[in-house]
Every structure is written in structure tokens, then in C-alpha cells.
């Protein structure tokens, strides 16, 4: 998606190099320049001067939509074997709302050694074996947001999720399992985006392990 912004934030920096030019222009073909020119040519010089020191802060200060891509992989909707069906339908619904109402293009949930679905813009391959992000997630118990995923050396563990996938968050789901979305663009997840994924990653913790302590959730308000 392009910056919508774009020629806005270029506007002034154009304005006043335009006006620098033909005031220019306007000098070097006047042969007796007079006292009022000469006033004029001082004011406008000052005014695009201005413009375009507007513009370059405009480049600087105002923000960019992230850029998006289009993923890499075919549309796919996949459960793991032997799922109850009101384990089915609780993954049905965790998946859709985050496919629907964030940056998440992609989704994978692990569960005690098995991928329990998949769904999104899937990658030819699966995840069959946490890597050293994962690890981390499952040991500390704190996601993991990749803001810029090819900026990352470990992103080589994320194979499983489409190849140009550009921000990825990992989210404990209880102690055996970890939520992974992948987004289309980078620096695309909000912190509200952050609390409602953490939100819907202990729900689902409570339906696979009924018997586990309830999370205490952030309130997901802004």
C-alpha cells in the first residue's frame, strides 16, 4: 500500500524549490534590477527557503503507513488430527478474529509438540520443531514481537510461515503452546493489537487445558 501522505509531505519541499528557481530566473533576466525588486526578490527567497526547510521536516516527522506486500504462499485453513470439536470451533473463532481485525495474514498454533492449526497465507512447509525464539517464549512466558522480521538473524526459524513475511509476534498460549502471526507489513501491530492477541492466546490456553489457572489479562481498552 503506498503512503497516502506522500505527495502531501512533498508539497512544500516542491512549492518552495520551484520558487527559488523562477525568483532565480527572474534575476538573471532583469538587466536594471529595481530597489522594490530587489525587496521582493528578498521576501521570496525567505518564503521558499521556509518552504522547503517545511518539507524536509514533513520527511522527517510525519509518519508512514507501513508498506505492505502480498504474502507469498496459497490460502489454506488447516486443523491438526484428532481435535474435539469444541476445540475446533474455539480455534475457528481465535484464528478469524485476529485474520480480520489485525495486520495477521498468517497464523500458526503450537500445542504440546503439534501444530493445532494453520490458516491464513500458508508456506509449503510446517512447523515441526521450536526454534530458539520459541524456547524463549515457552520458558519466559513473555512474547516476542519481531517488528522487522528481516532484520532479525533468527528469522530463519520462522520457515514455516510465507517467505517475505515482514513482522511476527509470538504469544504464549499457557505453558505448552505459542500463537504465531505473521504480518504483511512491518511495525504494523498496535499495542492494542498486542493486548487483544495476548487476550485471545489465554482464552484459547483455558480451552486446550481447562484445568490450568486463569491468566490475568491487561484491559484490552486503549
Not at 500500500?1 to 519541499?13: E, Q, Y
Not at 532583469?30 to 514533513?58: H, K, M
Not at 508498506?67 to 488430527?81: A, K, R
Request: proline share 7%; charged share 20%.
Amino acid at each position: 500500500m503506498n503512503d497516502p501522505n506522500r505527495f502531501l509531505r512533498l508539497l512544500p519541499l516542491v512549492t518552495g524549490g520551484l520558487g527559488g528557481i523562477l525568483l532565480l530566473v527572474n534575476r538573471l533576466g532583469t538587466a536594471n534590477l529595481t530597489e522594490s525588486q530587489a525587496r521582493g526578490d528578498v521576501v521570496g527567497v525567505i518564503l521558499a527557503a521556509f518552504l522547503v526547510l517545511t518539507g524536509l521536516i514533513w520527511q522527517q516527522v510525519q509518519p508512514r503507513s507501513p508498506e505492505v506486500v502480498q504474502l507469498i504462499g496459497s490460502e489454506g485453513f488447516e486443523f491438526g488430527p484428532d481435535l474435539r470439536e469444541s476445540v475446533k470451533i474455539e480455534l475457528a473463532w481465535a484464528s478469524h478474529t485476529l485474520l480480520t481485525n489485525t495486520a495477521t495474514r498468517s497464523l500458526v498454533v503450537w500445542y504440546q509438540g503439534q501444530v493445532l492449526l494453520r490458516r491464513g497465507i500458508l508456506s509449503p512447509k510446517t512447523l515441526t520443531k521450536v526454534g530458539p525464539i520459541l524456547e524463549r517464549v515457552l520458558s519466559t512466558q513473555k512474547p516476542v514481537y519481531l517488528v522487522k522480521l528481516d532484520l532479525y538473524p533468527g528469522r530463519v526459524e520462522f520457515d514455516y510461515l510465507p517467505e517475505n513475511t515482514q513482522g511476527v509476534i509470538c504469544q504464549p498460549i499457557g505453558r505448552e503452546g505459542v500463537l504465531i502471526l505473521g504480518a504483511n507489513a512491518p511495525r504494523s501491530y498496535t499495542r492494542q493489537d498486542e493486548r487483544w492477541v495476548a487476550a485471545i492466546a489465554a482464552k484459547l490456553g483455558q480451552t486446550l487445558d481447562p484445568d490450568s489457572p486463569a491468566p490475568v489479562v491487561s484491559n484490552i481498552m486503549p
